[in-house]
């Protein structure tokens, strides 16, 4: 699913226009973002948690020549599923295996 078809189905189920559900999404996409980049969390329950974790410096290996690469210490943005999101998932795709 791509952006565009996501406001479409939020417009839809919450009954408003296009342009307002793209505000909503927008803002939604916009705080979540500037709350992780400040180092903070945001947990929406049922769904997720959106944290910034560190990632270590580590080796890596160049893919064609095999030389050893040093890669720099970094934060990054980390998604955990909620549990009510895990088992919609898991029930949904037992229902298509049938």
């Known amino acids: 699913m791509f952006k565009s078809e996501l406001i479409d189905q939020i417009a839809a189920q919450a009954e408003i226009s296009k342009a307002t559900a793209a505000k909503a999404l927008n803002a939604m996409i916009d705080s979540v973002v500037a709350t992780v ?19 270590a410096a580590r080796t890596g290996r160049h893919p064609q020549t095999g ?25 949904t795709k037992k229902k298509k295996k049938k």
């Open 67 to 91: 030389e050893a690469l040093k890669i720099a210490a970094s934060t990054v943005p980390k998604f955990t599923a909620g549990t009510i999101f895990k088992k919609e998932v898991a029930t």
């Open 37 to 55: 980049a400040k180092g903070d969390t945001v947990v929406l329950p049922g769904f997720g948690t959106f944290k910034s974790t560190k990632r």
